[in-house]
């Protein structure tokens, strides 16, 4: 039997595997694309992260290295000097953009500064004149981090030569030993492996050589090189990079289904716990090929009782997926620990309600064991009953939770269905039923944020007037007047803004506010508005973000005219 999908496209969500395989089957099920989703929530899950926080990292072009230089980064004065200097190197102002760096009285936000600007330098191609800007920086390993940066820039450019010395003059042993690992790393995968490996003989760092080892094992292997690849991980000394080398060529045969190989290659994994993933991979993987006695013959080589349940589970939510219930159901029995089974269950039930089938997920809800499972799993086929638009029998459903919490989060996830269904009235009535009050609450929120962003501002405003004081509205009032400004509604955007608040989140509406304004032309209003923020680093940074706009639409004048009035602002000329 063939795989209803993609092995490739299998293996490249099976590689996220996290020790908890719930985490890998959400991963999985995201990227399958075989599965009917709402516009805003796949999963009840989802609901409990609406208010949560998420980071997300800025990508740099070396991120191995860090900045000896950042702990002042977020201070305002260099953010708005940082932004105000950008601004000028756009304008082929640099000489003044360093003078404005230079005048930075504390010595790391001078760093950061000057940094920033040789970054922008290098990605316009600016790269003798970047250089002349890192060596303006005083202290010497604060020189690391955009020297790795602009090594990498020109590597990945093709500049390999120029990168190499360049990688030579960096001061710090650790960032010039990270930037060699990966120029070895780039050159084996253009091809170049006898140079990459003459590169890592000057890597003295026995990590960062084993890694750019690693790498060229890696580049070898996608490139169908496989016993080159073998014999340069088995140089690697380390026994954990030689492990995590091993893993990937095997992991790039299971790619190209030759799963005997990678088969052989496994028992040469020093690390027990990564010869083990692998294993896990190549067995999930032959399961989704039909040939599942042989599957369950590679779980029997591992070593440890936990990773066996943990496989089975993998397989379980790999079949689940791609809609082998049958088979799932039956490897959900062969789990013996009794908590990974109803997980185990609880996936395969809550992906069989999201295919519609919920007399048989409802059916195999009640043969879980534990409540908590129990109920976990009710409220996920009540979510996906109020996706389908059974809404009644959603309610129902939830009534039969017993834990009060997961009721109420039950009822939570309907309401909000309604809401993005555009059934507000609905929606606002249900809401009213919810027991736990902050629940209710943030329930209330959402519904409001959602009249606010499908246009109807003015029920989303009478909705707020009956709100407790507090973050949540505060929030609310954010996103709605974000809504407004979105919608050409200035005058009121900014009336709203004024009752924000949280004087951050006001004065990042009224930054929106003034580029808004500015994008559509309106430059004497947005100057008007950017006079308004709280404290004259906010008024700086909202001119900059002008100037920007400006420069967009080709008025260079225009822009260094209120870039000007900005470097007023900080102090600085």
Do not use: C
């Amino acid at each position: 039997m063939k795989p209803k999908i993609p092995i490739v496209a299998f293996l490249t969500a099976l590689s996220l595997i996290a020790p908890n395989a719930r985490i890998w089957a959400t991963s999985f099920a995201h990227a399958s694309g075989n599965r009917s989703i709402s516009p805003f929530f796949r999963h009840p899950d989802d609901i409990d992260r609406l208010t949560g926080k998420n980071e997300y990292p800025s990508p740099l072009i070396a991120q191995e290295e860090e900045s000896a230089t950042s702990s002042q980064e977020n201070s305002p004065d260099s953010e708005v000097v940082r932004e105000i200097a950008l601004a000028l190197v756009k304008l082929g102002q640099r000489d003044r953009a360093i003078q404005l760096a230079q005048a930075l009285s504390d010595g790391e936000q001078q760093a950061t500064v000057l940094s920033h600007i040789a970054l922008t330098l290098a990605h316009n191609g600016e790269i003798e004149q970047a250089l002349d800007a890192v060596q303006i920086i005083s202290h010497q390993d604060s020189k690391a981090y955009p020297l790795v940066n602009i090594t990498l820039l020109l590597a990945s450019k093709g500049e390999i030569d120029r990168a190499l010395n360049l990688a030579q003059t960096i001061p710090r042993e650790e960032s010039k030993a990270a930037a060699l690992q990966h120029l070895a790393s780039t050159l084996a995968q253009s091809g170049e492996i006898e140079r990459a490996l003459e590169i890592v003989q000057t890597i003295p760092d026995e990590g960062f050589n084993a890694r750019a080892l690693g790498g060229i094992a890696s580049a070898l292997a996608q490139s169908g090189e496989i016993e080159q690849a073998l014999e340069i991980a088995q140089t690697i000394t380390d026994e954990g990079q030689k492990s995590n080398a091993l893993y990937g060529i095997a992991f790039t045969l299971i790619q190209s289904e030759e799963i005997d190989r990678a088969l052989q290659i496994a028992p040469t994994i020093p690390d027990e716990r990564v010869r083990a993933a692998i294993l896990q991979h190549i067995a999930a993987t032959i399961a989704l090929t039909g040939d599942l006695d042989r599957a369950l013959e590679i779980l029997q080589t591992l070593p440890d009782e936990e990773w066996k349940a943990n496989a089975l589970s993998v397989m379980t939510f790999s079949l689940a997926i791609t809609g082998e219930f049958d088979r799932a159901l039956e490897i959900v029995q062969m789990i013996a620990d009794e908590e990974q089974k109803n997980d185990a269950l609880y996936s395969v039930v809550s992906t069989l309600a999201e295919t519609g089938e919920f007399d048989r997920a409802l059916n195999l809800a009640q043969t879980i064991s534990d409540d908590s499972g129990k109920n976990r799993t009710l409220r996920a086929i009540s979510f996906s009953l109020a996706k389908a638009g059974e809404i009644d029998r959603a309610l129902q459903l939830a009534q039969t939770i017993s834990d009060e919490k997961l009721s109420a989060r039950a009822l939570q996830g309907i309401t909000f269905v309604l809401a993005q269904n555009e059934e507000i009235d609905r929606a606002l009535e249900l809401a009213q039923t919810i027991p736990d009050e902050q629940l209710q609450s943030s329930t209330l929120h959402y519904i409001a944020i959602t009249l606010a962003e499908t246009g109807e501002i003015d029920r989303a405003l009478s909705m707020i007037q009956t709100f407790e004081d507090g973050e949540d509205k505060a929030l609310t009032l954010h996103r709605i007047t974000y809504a407004l400004a979105s919608a050409g509604e200035i005058e009121r955007a900014l009336e709203l803004a004024q009752t924000i608040a949280n004087e951050q989140w006001k004065n990042g509406v009224l930054q929106y506010i003034a580029t808004t304004l500015a994008r559509s032309g309106e430059i004497d209003r947005a100057l008007q508005v950017a006079q308004t923020a709280n404290g004259k680093g906010h008024q700086a940074m909202m001119l900059t973000q002008i100037a920007n706009v400006l420069m967009e639409g080709e008025q260079p004048e225009r822009a260094t005219e209120i870039l000007d009035r900005a470097i007023a602002l900080v102090g600085l000329e």
